[in-house]
């Protein structure tokens, strides 16, 4: 299970570099995404954030806890 | 371990959280909304206020179910399910409410009166008080629970305080609210939930996945104090 979990954030992680890192090639050529449409995506960008920060602190109590429930 | 094949410990239904969370939150920021006057680009709080709620009532559900397992069972095992999804569920509903605060402020809160005189008027709102009321009957709850020492005792009394507590959600929020008169939007038929003529197609698209996305993060938390609880139990009781 936490294999699968693991393998399963950091898909989610490189999903999301890769969307940033696409977001800033394109700056190069076209319109800055991060400065368009009323700089919304720098606020989805904050958000998501803060909600992987969060889940990567549930995900590791998560595994805390079934180490301790293997070791009792 | 007996629970090993409990869904706690599956991964599948953490994973669909994790996505509808990131779907929320992106979808929820960018789709197009319907343009209304006094709401503007808060409307997108429907998203986030409105699933705290769904994701407490949801939650209360639960934490009932589970009082009335015990009382049929006996098995503590039941009681402290019942204990830890009631508590999620009492966060969701303050977070609820504090991001309904906000919103309110301004949405409702008149600029050009005093910041007393439009809290008067929203702080009389019988959707407030009914969420009120539906809160501190929970947090009695939580007191009546930790005011009995003895474990059996304290594990039936709080089942059926349980019950009370959930039959209590209904007049409080489901009821009273819809008679009186209100400045919250979902005064007819079921907020949110109609299908016809409440929320446009491009928002339900991204309400339904957040609602369960919300519910199962405050069941992913609440099994892993459930978790924690287990383990003391099972100190205890070696």
Known sequence: ?72 | MTEAKNYMYKSWWKITAVLLLIYTFTAGLLLKVPELAPLQETIRNLYFHVCMWFAMMILFTISVVNAVRYLRNLDIKYDIYARQFAIMGIVFGLLGYITGAIWASYTWADPNTPVGDSFSSIARDPKLIGAAIALLVYFAYLILRDSVQDMDKKARISSVYNIFAYTMLFPAIWILPRILPSLHPGNEGNPALDVKNDISGNMRMVFYPAVIGWTLLGVWITTLKIRISLLKEKKLTP
Do not use: P
């Open chain 1, 1 to 72: 299970m936490i294999k699968l979990l693991k393998s399963c954030m950091l898909l989610i992680l490189m999903l999301n570099i890769s969307f940033t890192v696409s977001a800033q090639e394109k700056t190069v050529e076209m319109a800055d995404m991060m400065r368009s449409n009323g700089r919304i995506y720098v606020v989805v960008a904050v958000m998501l954030t803060i909600l992987a920060g969060l889940i990567l602190y549930i995900v590791r109590l998560d595994r805390k806890i079934t180490k301790l429930e293997k070791e009792i």
